[in-house]
Structures are given as structure tokens and as C-alpha cells.
């Protein structure tokens, strides 16, 4: 019998590391494509906007703002993609001199940390959310919290790959696998 999942099977050692990498991938593929909608949503929204203004010498009231918070959105919702990868600045001059075993203590002991920022971003961010729900958005009726949601939501989720680095949890891919021309499942 074949497997359901056999690029699982390589990275999971137990079946609570399975589980865990499961739901990241689940929790990945769902932010991957909210990127692609908020992005894709800015841009329609911004060419409209554009197109109304100069040809039809008209304006989209709310273009401006919602405009804003696709890009807040979809910027917020990619930086755990980054954390995963371990595209994020940093200079590397020293920790390049050190022996491998050190490099990855060292990796863990920052993942450590930067995981405890996002502990403390998530609980700020929860105050900032609770503090601005009354709060309406100047041209639509949606709370002034949904900018703050982004950062919760983006400070979780990092904290999860933050988790899967100190635990030396090796990530899977985000975006779905290209299917080749002529390839079945």
C-alpha cells in the first residue's frame, strides 16, 4: 500500500512531530494564499482606483484605506514565511568563524529568544486588538483592530516556526508543489 504522504514520512520522527508538521503545513498553505488574495485584492483595488480617477474623473472613497490593509496584511502574513527560511537580516561575520555545532546551539539559543519576543508581541498585540475594537475605520464600517489582528497573527505563527527551530523540526514547503505536465497522482 502506498502512503497518503511520503515526503511526511522523511521529516516526522514521531507522530507528535507528524502532527505538528501537519498542521504547520496546513497553517502555511492557508497564509500562502491569503498573500495571494490580499496582494491580488491591493492590486485590482489600486487599478481601479487609478482608472476611476484618471478616466472617469471619479475616486473610490475607500480605496486609500483598503488599500493599506491588503499591503499591512499581506506584508504581516509573509514574515513567518521568512522566519522559516531564515530570510531576515543579520550579520553573520563571527558566528561564520565558529565550528557547526556551535553555529546551530547558537541558532537555537536566538530562536529561543526571538521566540520570547513573540510571546510578548502576541500579548501586546492581543491588548492593541481588545484596546482598538470600538474603534471604526474612517471610510468603512470595520473595526480599526484588523491592522493589530495582522500582527497577532503574524507573531503566532512565527512563534511556531520559531518552536520548530529550537526543536530542529525541519519545515516543508509552503506553497504547493508545481505539478509537471503529464504527471498523475
Not at 527560511?85 to 561564520?96: N, Q, Y
Not at 493589530?148 to 516556526?161: Q, R, T, W
Request: positive net charge; charged residues 10%; glycine residues 4%.
Amino acid at each position: 500500500m502506498k502512503p497518503r504522504a511520503p515526503w511526511l514520512e522523511a521529516h516526522a520522527s514521531s507522530p507528535a512531530k507528524k502532527r505538528f508538521l501537519v498542521t504547520m503545513l496546513a497553517i502555511d498553505r492557508t497564509s500562502y494564499y491569503a498573500i495571494i488574495l490580499a496582494m491580488a485584492s491591493m492590486t485590482i483595488l489600486v487599478t481601479a482606483q487609478v482608472f476611476a480617477r484618471y478616466v472617469l474623473s471619479a475616486s473610490i472613497d475607500s480605496a486609500d484605506e483598503l488599500s493599506r490593509l491588503f499591503f499591512v496584511w499581506a506584508i504581516f502574513l509573509a514574515i513567518p514565511h521568512g522566519i522559516k527560511i531564515g530570510i531576515h537580516v543579520g550579520i553573520d561575520v563571527f558566528v561564520g568563524l565558529l565550528p557547526r555545532a556551535v553555529q546551530r546551539q547558537l541558532a537555537r539559543l536566538m530562536a529561543l529568544a526571538s521566540a520570547l519576543v513573540m510571546i510578548a508581541l502576541v500579548w501586546l498585540s492581543l491588548g492593541a486588538v481588545a484596546d482598538k475594537w470600538q474603534q471604526l475605520m474612517p471610510t468603512i464600517p470595520v473595526t480599526a483592530a484588523i491592522f493589530y489582528i495582522a500582527v497577532l497573527i503574524s507573531a503566532g505563527h512565527s512563534l511556531l516556526h520559531l518552536i520548530a527551530q529550537m526543536l530542529l523540526i525541519e519545515p516543508l514547503p509552503s506553497a504547493p508543489a508545481a505539478v509537471k505536465e503529464g504527471a498523475t497522482s
